[in-house]
Structures are given as structure tokens and as C-alpha cells.
């Protein structure tokens, strides 16, 4: 019987109440007495310098309050970047200014010039229309190779080239030599992971409101992580203190990556509305949105896998360039590498890894982390290339798997990660359970009979979530301690919230959490809150990314819990006479062991803030406690996916017939929740594989700039997923022995899905060794006619 | 968008009368326009709805004519155009279902967008369009991208189609946009052949001779074989190129044929 409560329960989750009945509360939603409304005038040419930007005529436009230009940034701090990444030579990465407005340059299209503040949105437009720059177009460095060609434009001129960092991790040199010069076959390959937009469905918002009478300044945005913001904005760009600085982030509508970081336009109402006194506005456009939220991915890559004649894998190595756009966004450097690099060896035993990143400037928007972030860069290029060295060995891509998958556990790979735990054949098994490979030849009949090709791919990944521990991170050049934290307030009667720096964006906190701490207390789940998402009311926390919210916050709430449970206990001994070692907690009751006698959770509780009756000589009153966790190593879900797919040769066209995904998040709390987790990561993966496409021409205009020409997956893209993830592996740091759902799906999904168009076209006789993603109809009838 | 004034007349006399003003522009479903305005392209003074005149609405069938109204939304003409299946089912796969609701044939053939698929039926079958001032014969119509034989002011007031024998229309999407990379609406009346080809050329909408000739003597996909059109003059972009596109015609061209063979 499964549960009904508590951890391992699936309740519909509560949020979905406001959410579904139009109740929610986002930051559009928020107006403030007195609101002026920003439009920001944004470079339409991806580099040129600024010779001068009249605002004279439009700053008498009806309705103007003020335009701000760069010049007002003078003085003011540039967008940091969090992570300071060391290149192979032990030099500190480049990093060049990002004004809030640009100065002297643009650097991309978009990149904002100016800002209109009025008392309208249209007027503010309209004011913005009769601003005169005048910008000397250079050319645009768009392609990353040709960014490092000696004699390139430079995006950044004060920088001695476009190069930011020339990256090398891993295993030595002479082992990987070693290895591939001993190799009895080395796979090879070469491919571009695409570059995407996050798209979620709540465009970036942000408002800023200052107030004289006590010279708070309150930000109210779109983001995952609010302290983070607050951080980053107060210290480095503002110079604002801590305690004079608000930072909410309500109801957030999917951020996916993309609202981890810090924005200028967050950066610029926070700042114009302390210059002019009056609550700041500015709501993206969807438009906006293509050219100004951090993009994802965007790597290229030439990956090279050494086997011995039994097909053990010996050596890996690859050779990435990623893009970071003109600036680097918040955790832009941390994506290729730290995130990256140390995935590579993914499931297997390979003895020898070594990792190559050269990270490029480029005339782009910002690229930074996106669902994944790094790992499905990793895991793609892997999975990719173990697929193909199956097809030019002849062997069963599972079984080449299989073979090489590391066993034991904890195992510490090359590339500085130790995996705590695993079992990669027994996702295998349970994959391999749910796809019918042996009627796989019939239902490849089957479309041969329609004139359509039929495939089958696989794929393993293995991915670092529960990010992170700090010291770890601190050495890698991390910027900020990873840990986060949980203050649960038990108020008088007994009820609880729980304040926590995580932030729910999607995820069902509001759900999940409740779910542990009344397991923990035994009490109703209804009598427990969460509180997030205003620094204001939560305690530090680092927010919500790389599946960490339930393996970091979660193992901080639980530590916040379990002290309550001591002092209650405290209390409890003291109201039953008896000693504090004798009491248990069942069911929300505390009782004497061996006895009939107990009192109950709200007994306890309403003792604790009435303490007529108590131990105030050994206790204080009151029951709330905080605690800060910071993890002792990743956490590390890994699983096994499949896709099955029919192509259509006539058209190029491919489409989704089935995939499963089995997967191993260590314990599972809600499983409902983490079974929509891994569908929407998997939609998105699909997306990425088939249909999604940020591309830029040679000037550096955005081609795919709205949804004319940006495909998103929809309903009809993908098929009736088959999800498990009954294989648990417990992780054996956290006290909830869990490992995070929320990335597996993008990360696991793209492989699996273009191993098996491969499949269908190398079946069918033609000699393909890749096509690079979107799997596009006109892409994959252009491998198919050569 | 920048401020207009709207106008919503009961009768078409009224409309064009309004329409005759400076900087005045019709607005019926409003699914290109309202982009359009909201983007800042366009800066009519005036918009006036075409939505509110009965005159313009609806679908009738007499004699082996199937007419709609110019402002009839697309759900309409799914729903009611039972007596031209390959028309009414074109209708209902454009767009979405709030696309279908709002947006009307007449909006669709006055922009003519290269990738829409009305065109495509107004031409595969030979239609009439009727404005408030004269009759023009689908051949005549379309000029061009986005351009038509419409004067300024003038009204799309009803689309005349003679129900053929055998019809189809097949679209192979766009990926994002899901208009169509290429749509071949395909009729045979008697002897009498029509093959259009809509989201491929340079040139918009065209009827591909060659194919219609073909098809004449022998209404079989097979007929086509080894017929091309010259990616030379087709719409290459992110989402394909002329020699894709070239090769999608002949491809939709085959299927259209055998969806209108049954
Ligand atoms: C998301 C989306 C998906 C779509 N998908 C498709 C698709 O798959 N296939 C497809 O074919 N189309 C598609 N469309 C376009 C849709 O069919 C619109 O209906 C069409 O483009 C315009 O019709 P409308 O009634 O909305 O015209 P409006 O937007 O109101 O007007 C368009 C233009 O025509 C003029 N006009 C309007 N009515 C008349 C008239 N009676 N006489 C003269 N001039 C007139 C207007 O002044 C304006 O210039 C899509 C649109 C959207 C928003």
C-alpha cells in the first residue's frame, strides 16, 4: 500500500490551487503607489561603439520622468561574475566589465543603451523612439573559432584577445597519451551542442522601490534565488548594505536557469528609483526576453574515446569551446568547466579522462547555466560517442555499457568527483524491462511496411546535483559558500512554518517539504507551511538550482527540525516528570517509555510560549530553530534512458514514439512530483534533440527571435513517457538520503533520443555519424540526401 | 503600440466609407495585426472592424459554389464547409483554437503572407474573391509577398470556391511557427487540374504548372515523378533550404494527390 502521508506520500500539491485559479501572486501582479514604468532602448546592432546618445528631445516627451545612459553608471559596480575560474597556466580568467548600461559599446543585440522611466509604459516608449544614437557598427565576432584567430575583432577591447579562459582538468598528460597511443580503436567525433533559450513561461520582472523614510530599498523579481541577489546587487554593484535591502522574489513562473542570475534591469530599478524617489517597473516582453535572458549551452566539441581490443574503454578526452556571449553572466565560467569537465567520465570505469575548455567572447547574448548546466553538455558528448564506437565496433550499445560501468562504490573518478553510491545495471535492467527490445525488429518492420524507418537509442548519465559543498567549490573559485538553510517556527498552538532559502519556482515545495517535517514530528502536514522567497522573512539561503532544493535546504530543515524535537523533548520530560531520555515522539505525542503516560504535540507547543509551567532555569521559552547546511560532496542520480523514434525519409521528419526513463534519485519523498519532474525535463530535452534553435547570422542578428522561428516542444512533440524510479540508491550523506530529480530529464534525454535517429538511418544503410541538434527535418533530410 | 482610434460599423457601407480616411486600416481577426500594432510597425490613425457587419459572415453552399463571408473565422469554416472537406479541413489546422476563433479568411488573403494556407485553396481551386467594388479571379489576386491586387481601402466582402471533384491539402509545418514550410492544395474538376504551392517561393503563392499538366492526364502521385521545381527561386531560411523546399513540393505535391484520390 503506498503511503498516504508524509515522505513517500504523493498529495496533490497544494500551490496548485492559486496557480490553477488564477490566484497566484508574480511579480507583475505587484503595483506600488506611485509606480513609474522603465523601457529600456536596447542596441538593435550586435557591436558598434557609442559616439553619442542624445536624449534632449525625448526627455521633454509627455510623461518622462527621467532617461538614464551609461554615463549615469559612472561609479557604480558592473554585474559580477561569482566564479573566478584558474586556466591551465594558474591565471585567473578574464573578466571584463559589464556596465548596467552600456558604455562606449554595444556588445550584442539587446545590449540596453538607455532607459526611459515615465509615468507610462507607452510613453516610455514613446520617449525611447526619439533618443538619437549614433553607433560606428563593427564587426561582429560570432563564431567562436574565428574569435580566436590571431587578428579577430575584440569584443572587449581593453582585453588582450576574446579568449576567457583556456581550461585543463583531469587525468595527466603522458596517462591519456598512454592510453590513446595504446588504443585498438579510438572513436572520434565532433559536434555542437545547441545554443538555447529557457523560455519560461513568466517573462523576467523586476521592481524597484525605494523608501526615503527609512532609505530601504525593496526589489521585487523574478528570481530562484533571492539572497543571492541581494548579495550580488548590495555588495557589488549598488553598494547597498544588507539590512537596507529587500529582495522578494513571489510566485515565480519556471525559471529553468535562466533567473539564477543577476540582471541589470534588477540592478537598474533598484538604482533609478533611489535616484528618483519614485517605485521603478520593468516587465520583459517575450521579445525582450529572446535577446536579454541568459541563453543556454552553446558548445562545440571534439570528443575522442580510446578502447583496448576487448572493448574496455582506456582513455577519453575532449576538446570543448563554449560560448559566454559579450559579458559573463552571473555562473557563466563555473557551466564548462566545474560543472562539465567533472561529469566526464560519467558511468564508466575509464582510467584516464582529460577535459580541454577554451571559453570565447562573442557578439551574443550572455550564456550561462540552463537545466543541466554543464552535465548535458557532458553527457551528451559521452553518450554520443559510446554509441558510436558501438556502431563502428559492431557491438550492442548496451552491452558496450554494461561492460565498462563503474560497480563499486564510493568510486572516485579522474576528474576529482567521488560518486557515494550507485547501481547502474540494475537502472539498465529496469530500462531494458520497460522498452521490449525483442519486439523492437517487428515494430521496425512495421514502419518499413509505411516507408518509414524506425530506431532505437539508449543512453546512461550520471550527474553532480545537491549543489554543493563549500569548501569544495571555494577552492574551485566559487565566490559563495553553497550551503543553505531553515528556520521552523513552531508557533504557540502548534502549528509550524518553516522558513527556508530555498525557492519554489515550479518545483512544489510548498508540497514536499511540509511532507518530511510532519513524517518528523508525526503531526498533520496541513499544520505545516513554507515560508520563501523574501529576504525579509528567510533565513540566508542560496535558492534553487542544480537539483539541490530538498538535498541542501531539505537537510537543513530537517537539522532545524530535529533540534526542535530536542527541546521539545525537554519540555515534554519536564511537564511528564520524567527524564528527557526516557521521552519518544510518535505520532505526535510525547510519551514516557514503558508507560501510559504522555502529552501532547500542542501540550508541548503552547508550554513552550505560556511557560507558566517550565523549565526556565535549563531552557529558554519559545520554539524555533534554525540550522545552516552545507553538504560533504554532490549528490550523484544517475539512470538509463531510451527513445524510440520513426523517421520519415521523404521529409526528414522524426517523430517521438516512446521513451522511458529509469532513473535513481535515492529516496523519493513525493513520488507524483518527481515523476512531473522528470516529465518536464524530459519535454525539455526533447525540445533541445528536435526542435529548439537560438541561431545568430554572421552580423549577429538574432534569427530565431521569437516563437515564429524558436520551436518550442509542445503537447503533440513528445510521446507518453514511461518513468521509474524504483532503483533507489540511498545518498549516503544527507540525512533524507536523497539526490535531486530536477535536471535528470533534460540532462538524460538528448542522447537517447538522437542515438536513436541514428539508429533508424545507419539501419536503413546510410552511413551517418552524426547530425547536430535540433534534429530539424531539413537537418536530418540533409545527412540522409549528403 | 501607438494610439488609434477604433471604429466598428454594422454594414460595409459604413466601413469603407471609414476606411476612405487617412491612415484608416481594416482590422478583422486581428491574429497579424494586433502583432503587428504591438510591435510598433504599423501606425494606422484608425482601425475599423470588419467583425461587426453580418454581411460579411458565414458560409453558404449553393449549386457547387461554396461562399464565405470575408470576416468568418477559420472555426467557422471548419465547422460549416462540410460540402469542400479539403477547404474545411484546412481551415481547422491553422494556427490554434484562439487563432481560429479570432482569425477570418478575408484578413488571411488580404495579407497574403508566404506561408499561410488559404492562399493556397484560393488558388488550387480556382476561387473568386469578392471585394466591395469587383469580383478578381484567384489567378489575378496574388502578386506577390504580402502583396495582392487590392487598392487601399478596398474590402475582402467574400471568397467564392467551386467545389471540385477531388481535393487535398497537405502542410508540412514549420517546426516553431507551424504555418506552412510548404502547403500544396491540390484539385481536379473533369480534365481540369490545379496544383498551388504555398511557404516555398520567393514569390508567394504559385500554381506549379508543369505538375497541373501531369496530373491531367493522369491524377496519380506517380504522374509527378521525376517533375522538380528549381530550388533557385524557393525560401531558404533557418528552417530549410530552397532545395529542401524544392524537394518538399514534389514530395506534399505526391501526398496531396493521394489524399484527394482517397
Ligand atoms: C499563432 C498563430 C498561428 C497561425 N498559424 C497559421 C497557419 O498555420 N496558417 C495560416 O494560414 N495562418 C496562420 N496564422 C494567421 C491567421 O490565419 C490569421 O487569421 C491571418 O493571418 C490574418 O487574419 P485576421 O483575420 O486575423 O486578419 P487581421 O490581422 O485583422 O488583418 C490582417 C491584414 O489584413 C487586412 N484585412 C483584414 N481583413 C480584411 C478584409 N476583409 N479586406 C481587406 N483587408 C483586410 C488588415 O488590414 C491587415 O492588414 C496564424 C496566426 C497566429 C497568431
Redesign the pocket.
Known amino acids: 500500500m503506498p503511503k498516504d502521508h508524509g515522505i513517500g506520500a504523493s498529495p496533490k500539491r497544494r500551490e496548485d490551487v492559486r496557480f490553477l485559479t488564477g490566484a497566484g501572486n508574480y511579480t507583475d501582479d505587484i503595483n506600488v503607489y506611485g509606480q513609474t514604468y522603465v523601457h529600456f532602448l536596447r542596441s538593435d546592432v550586435a557591436h558598434g561603439t557609442i559616439n553619442s546618445v542624445d536624449t534632449g528631445a525625448a526627455a521633454g516627451m509627455p510623461g518622462v520622468v527621467r532617461i538614464f545612459t551609461g554615463a549615469d553608471f559612472e561609479g557604480v559596480g558592473g554585474l559580477p561574475c561569482g566564479w573566478q575560474v584558474t586556466d591551465k597556466h594558474g591565471e585567473a580568467m578574464k573578466e571584463p566589465g559589464h556596465p548596467v548600461l552600456a558604455q562606449g559599446k554595444v556588445r550584442h543585440v539587446g545590449d540596453p543603451i538607455a532607459a526611459v522611466v515615465a509615468e507610462s509604459l507607452e510613453e516610455a516608449r514613446n520617449a525611447a523612439e526619439a533618443i538619437e544614437v549614433d553607433i560606428t557598427e563593427l564587426p561582429a565576432v560570432v563564431d567562436m573559432k574565428s574569435a580566436l584567430e590571431a587578428g579577430s575583432t575584440k569584443v572587449h577591447d581593453d582585453l588582450s584577445d576574446n579568449l576567457c579562459y583556456d581550461w585543463q582538468f583531469g587525468s595527466d598528460q603522458a596517462a591519456v597519451d598512454e592510453a590513446f597511443a595504446n588504443a585498438a580503436h579510438v572513436t572520434t567525433l565532433d559536434l555542437r551542442n545547441n545554443r538555447l533559450v529557457a523560455n519560461p513561461m513568466e517573462p523576467r520582472v523586476a521592481l524597484g522601490d525605494y523608501n526615503r523614510a527609512n532609505d530601504e530599498s525593496t526589489l521585487y523579481t523574478t528570481s530562484q534565488n533571492p539572497h543571492v541577489i541581494r548579495l550580488l546587487m548590495g555588495a557589488f554593484v549598488l553598494g547597498l548594505p544588507e539590512h537596507k535591502l529587500r529582495v522578494v522574489a513571489p510566485d515565480v513562473g519556471g525559471g529553468f536557469g535562466t533567473k539564477i542570475f543577476h540582471y541589470a534591469e534588477e540592478a537598474f530599478v533598484t538604482f533609478a528609483s533611489r535616484q528618483i524617489n519614485r517605485p521603478v517597473k520593468w516587465t520583459s516582453t517575450r521579445s525582450e526576453a529572446f535577446m536579454s535572458d541568459a541563453h543556454g549551452r552553446d558548445h562545440v566539441t571534439t570528443i575522442e574515446l580510446a578502447l583496448d581490443a576487448d572493448n574496455n574503454f582506456t582513455g577519453l578526452r575532449t576538446d570543448t569551446h563554449a560560448n559566454m556571449g559579450a559579458y559573463l553572466s552571473t555562473f557563466a565560467s563555473s557551466v564548462p568547466t566545474w560543472l562539465h569537465g567533472t561529469l566526464m567520465a560519467g558511468n564508466y570505469k575509464t582510467p584516464a579522462v582529460q577535459v580541454n575548455v577554451k571559453a570565447v567572447f562573442t557578439n551574443t547574448v550572455a550564456v550561462d547555466a540552463y537545466r543541466g548546466a554543464g552535465r548535458p553538455e557532458a553527457t551528451f558528448q559521452l553518450e554520443r560517442l559510446v554509441d558510436k564506437a558501438a556502431r563502428e565496433l559492431g557491438v550492442d550499445p548496451i552491452a558496450l555499457r554494461r561492460q565498462n560501468f563503474i560497480t563499486e562504490f564510493p568510486y572516485a573518478t579522474p576528474v576529482a568527483v567521488e560518486y557515494d553510491t550507485g547501481n547502474y545495471h540494475a537502472t539498465m535492467d529496469t530500462l531494458e524491462s520497460m522498452i521490449d527490445r525483442e519486439g523492437f525488429a517487428a515494430r521496425r518492420a512495421e514502419s518499413a511496411s509505411r516507408g518509414k524507418l524506425r530506431g532505437l537509442g539508449v543512453n546512461c548519465y550520471i550527474e553532480a546535483c545537491g549543489i554543493a559543498p563549500s569548501n569544495l567549490v571555494g577552492q574551485l573559485g566559487a565566490r559563495a559558500g553553497l550551503y543553505d538553510a531553515a528556520t521552523v517556527r513552531v508557533n504557540a498552538t502548534g502549528s509550524i512554518s518553516v522558513m527556508v532559502g530555498a525557492h519554489s519556482h515550479g518545483q512544489g515545495h510548498e508540497t514536499v517539504f511540509p511532507q518530511v517535517v510532519a513524517e518528523m514530528l508525526g503531526i498533520d502536514e496541513g499544520m505545516v507551511d513554507i515560508v520563501h522567497g523574501d529576504s525579509s522573512k528567510i533565513p540566508f539561503g542560496m535558492g534553487t538550482y542544480g537539483s539541490r532544493s530538498l538535498a541542501v535546504c531539505g537537510s537543513a530543515m530537517v537539522r532545524a527540525t530535529e533540534k526542535i524535537i530536542n527541546k521539545a523533548k525537554k519540555i515534554a520530560a519536564h511537564l511528564l516528570e520524567a527524564s528527557e531520555a526516557d521521552i519518544e515522539l510518535k505520532d505526535g505525542q510525547f510519551s514516557v517509555a514503558g508507560t501510559d503516560k504522555s502529552v501532547a504535540w500542542g501540550d508541548v507547543t503552547l508550554a513552550a510560549y505560556v511557560p507558566h509551567n517550565y523549565p526556565l532555569e535549563d531552557i529558554e521559552p519559545g520554539l524555533e530553530e534554525t540550522a545552516f547546511y552545507d553538504p560533504a560532496n554532490f549528490t550523484y542520480p544517475s539512470g538509463a534512458y531510451a527513445c524510440e523514434v520513426e523517421v520519415d525519409p521523404e521529409t526528414g521528419k522524426v517523430t517521438v514514439l516512446d521513451f522511458a526513463a529509469a532513473d535513481d534519485f535515492g529516496n523519493v519523498v513525493n513520488p507524483m512530483i518527481v515523476e512531473g519532474q522528470v516529465h518536464g525535463g524530459l519535454a525539455q530535452g526533447i525540445g533541445q534533440a528536435l526542435l529548439e534553435n537560438c541561431a545568430y547570422d554572421e552580423n549577429g542578428q538574432l534569427l530565431s527571435a521569437s516563437y515564429m522561428d524558436y520551436a518550442m516542444p509542445r503537447a503533440d512533440d513528445v510521446p507518453y513517457y514511461k518513468v521509474d524510479h524504483s532503483n533507489v540508491t540511498p545518498c549516503t550523506h544527507n540525512p533524507l538520503g536523497v539526490k535531486g530529480c530536477g535536471e535528470a530529464g533534460a540532462i538524460g534525454s538528448p542522447p537517447a533520443l538522437v542515438n536513436a535517429v541514428l539508429d533508424a538511418l545507419n539501419a536503413a544503410g546510410h552511413d551517418i555519424g552524426h547530425i547536430d541538434m535540433p534534429l530539424s527535418p531539413s537537418r536530418v533530410w540533409s545527412a540522409i540526401n549528403g | 503600440m501607438y494610439a488609434f482610434d477604433v471604429v466598428r460599423p454594422s454594414s460595409l457601407d459604413e466601413a469603407v466609407a471609414a476606411l476612405g480616411e487617412e491612415d484608416a486600416?481594416?482590422?478583422?481577426?486581428?491574429?497579424?495585426?494586433?502583432?503587428t500594432l504591438k510591435q510598433r510597425l504599423a501606425m494606422p490613425s484608425k482601425l475599423v472592424s470588419?467583425t461587426g457587419i453580418a454581411d460579411?459572415q458565414g458560409v453558404s453552399a449553393d449549386g457547387g459554389t461554396i461562399t464565405i463571408g470575408?470576416?468568418t473565422p477559420?472555426a467557422t469554416v471548419a465547422a460549416e464547409a462540410g460540402s469542400f472537406p479539403a477547404l474545411a479541413q484546412l481551415a481547422g489546422?491553422?494556427?490554434?483554437p484562439a487563432?481560429r476563433n479570432?482569425?477570418?479568411i478575408?484578413?488571411?488573403l488580404?495579407?497574403n503572407?508566404p506561408?499561410?494556407?488559404?492562399p493556397a485553396a484560393a488558388l488550387g481551386a480556382g476561387a473568386t474573391i469578392t471585394?466591395n467594388s469587383r469580383a478578381i479571379a484567384a489567378d489575378d489576386y496574388f502578386q506577390g509577398l504580402f502583396t495582392t491586387a487590392?487598392d487601399e481601402g478596398?474590402?475582402?466582402?467574400s471568397v467564392s470556391f467551386p467545389v471540385p471533384e477531388k481535393a487535398a491539402y497537405v502542410?508540412f509545418?514549420q517546426p516553431a511557427?507551424?504555418?506552412?514550410l510548404v502547403g500544396v492544395f491540390v484539385t481536379k474538376s473533369g480534365g481540369d487540374v490545379r496544383v498551388a504551392v504555398t511557404g516555398a517561393s520567393n514569390d508567394g503563392v504559385f500554381r506549379w504548372s508543369e505538375a497541373e499538366a501531369a496530373l491531367s492526364g493522369n491524377f496519380a502521385p506517380e504522374a509527378i515523378d521525376g517533375l522538380s521545381v528549381s530550388g533557385d527561386d524557393m525560401i531558404s531560411d533557418l528552417h530549410g533550404s530552397g532545395a529542401y523546399r524544392a524537394h518538399l513540393v514534389g514530395v506534399m505535391t505526391k501526398r496531396a494527390v493521394a489524399a484527394a484520390n482517397g
Open positions: 486600416q481594416a482590422l478583422s481577426g486581428g491574429q497579424t495585426l494586433i502583432p470588419l460579411l470575408g470576416a477559420h489546422n491553422i494556427g490554434d487563432v479570432r482569425g477570418t478575408g484578413g488571411s488580404a495579407n503572407d506561408s499561410a494556407c488559404y471585394t487590392l478596398e474590402v475582402v466582402t502542410k509545418e511557427s507551424r504555418f506552412a
